[in-house]
């Protein structure tokens, strides 16, 4: 999801990416995690819950899957993380209230989700939050630090190799590429292991592929790095 001026607040003619939903997520050994937020929604307890994980365990495609059920549902989102501009305001017809990369907030946006929080739950709005890590050791004000501690709280694990395998072999069916097992090996051994890597790896050598009216084989791969990729 695009972090501009427009995702402050999600009304109706919202502009989601459709395809992070919860279908196009493996959930692996989250399927808590999964199962948990599958069930939110618009008229569920507004008990807050927080997703902690590395980089790329699929913290923020789980809140944008989230978003978009209470979307379909006729509610209205507030998205606010890292990278979104100031001032913050609530809105009292918000069913859903999303703080992500809660890690990485300044100060000032620090003390602009604290007031997020309080307002969320004085009107009864749900509170989904993420970071990458468990929200005792976030580098944030106490009061912050311990509200996003307050609910459910899960850790997002990242994939092993074979499910990886199997969600790269997903992706590359869906995209209509042959996807080798010398290329998958040379893919889980030579780059990051988490799915956001890999998946921003696949879609550039899809993407190259096209380009060059070649099949996808390790030595097209290779020079797609050694050329700086599509």
Known sequence: MRTDVSMRQIPLGLELDLDPGFDSFFAGPNAEAVGHLRGLHVDAPPTPLYLWGEAGSG?????????QQMHAEGAQVGWFDAAAPQPWT???GWRLLVLD???????????AAFALFIEATTHGTLVASAGALPPV???????LRSRLGWGHVFHLMPLPEGDCRAVLRREADRRGIFLSDEVMTYLLTRFARDLGSLMELLERLD????????????????????????
């Open 59 to 67: 913290k923020t495609h789980l809140l944008r899957a989230l978003a």
């Open 90 to 92: 609530f809105h009292e």
């Open 101 to 111: 990369d809660c890690d990485a907030f300044d100060a000032v946006q620090q003390q």
């Open 137 to 143: 050791d976030l580098p944030l004000r106490d009061d």
């Open 207 to 230: 993407r190259f592929a096209l380009a060059e009216k070649r099949s996808v084989s390790v030595p097209l791969l290779r020079r797609m790095m050694a050329e700086g990729g599509a």
